[in-house]
C-alpha cells in the first residue's frame, strides 16, 4: 500500500525567504512520480511539480524546486523567494506509473507567508 | 482548452435528499477520479475509471454512495440518501492514461447536508 505523510501541518515565512515543505512516502511499487499541489483559500487544487522515481535529477518549476532523495523515500518541496501568493496549504502526493492509477495524498501543510 | 467541469459548485440539501454531482473531464482524458475533502479526513479517493470502467471502489464509504460513467465526457457521483456527515468538497479530477501524466482536477463540489 502507498502512504503519504507530511509532518508539519503549519509553517511559517517571510517574504522572500526560501521555505522547506517536508514530505516522505512509501511504496512498494518499484516506479511511481511523486506530486505537489497548491490549493488556495479559493479551494482549486493547482498542480505544481512533478518527480518521476527513476529522474536522474530533482525537479524544478520556477519558484519551486523537489528535493527528491530516493534512498531515504523524502520528497520535499522547496519555495524559493516566497511570496504573499504562496500562501495556501500544500500537497505531497504519490501514483504508481501503471497507467490510470490514482493519486494518493497527504494531509497537507497550511503554509503562511508574511510581509 | 476546457479544464474538468464540476457542477453544481455548491449545493446545500436536507438530510434524506439525493445529492448529484455532475463531472465533464478534460476531452481526450481516458482515466476519472471522484475524491472527497474534509477538514478531518483530507482528501480521499472515492472511486476512480480507466476508458469508463470502474477500476476502484474501495473508497466509497458505504451502499448509499454511487458513481456511474456512461461515455468519456461524463461522470455522476450520487449521494442516497445524504446525511449531513457527507458534507464535503468533492473534487473530480481527469488525467490521460499514460504514465508520467499529472491529475487536474476541477473547482470542487461544496456540498452541505443539514
Known amino acids: 500500500a502507498q502512504k503519504i505523510t507530511q509532518t508539519q501541518p503549519g509553517m511559517f515565512v517571510q517574504e522572500k525567504e526560501a521555505v522547506t515543505l517536508d514530505c516522505t512516502y512509501d511504496t512498494s511499487d518499484p516506479s511511481y512520480g511523486l506530486f505537489w499541489y497548491k490549493q488556495p483559500s479559493s479551494g482549486e487544487m493547482i498542480f505544481l511539480i512533478y518527480q518521476g522515481s527513476y529522474d536522474q535529477q530533482n525537479a524544478t518549476e520556477g519558484r519551486y524546486s523537489l528535493n527528491f532523495q530516493k534512498a531515504r523515500k523524502s520528497a520535499n518541496l522547496v519555495i524559493s523567494a516566497s511570496q504573499l501568493g504562496d500562501s495556501a496549504m500544500y500537497f505531497c502526493a504519490m501514483r504508481g506509473n501503471q497507467a490510470g492509477t490514482a493519486l494518493i495524498f497527504g494531509k497537507g501543510t497550511t503554509l503562511s507567508v508574511s510581509s | 482548452d476546457a479544464g474538468v467541469i464540476q457542477s453544481p459548485r455548491h449545493e446545500v440539501t436536507e438530510m434524506g435528499q439525493e445529492v448529484t454531482l455532475r463531472c465533464k473531464p478534460i476531452?481526450?482524458?481516458?482515466?476519472l477520479f471522484w475524491y472527497r475533502q474534509t477538514m478531518m479526513r483530507g482528501l480521499e479517493l472515492l472511486i476512480y475509471?480507466?476508458?469508463?470502467?470502474?477500476?476502484?471502489d474501495s473508497g466509497m464509504p458505504e451502499d448509499r454512495f454511487s458513481a456511474k460513467m456512461p461515455n468519456a465526457s461524463f461522470s455522476t457521483l450520487k449521494i442516497q440518501p445524504s446525511e449531513p456527515r457527507d458534507s464535503a468538497v468533492y473534487f473530480c479530477?481527469?488525467?490521460?492514461?499514460?504514465?508520467?501524466?499529472?491529475?487536474?482536477f476541477g473547482e470542487g463540489s461544496w456540498l452541505t447536508v443539514v
Open positions: 476531452s481526450g482524458h481516458n482515466s
Open positions: 475509471f480507466n476508458n469508463n470502467v470502474p477500476i476502484d
Open positions: 479530477a481527469s488525467s490521460p492514461t499514460v504514465k508520467r501524466n499529472t491529475i487536474y
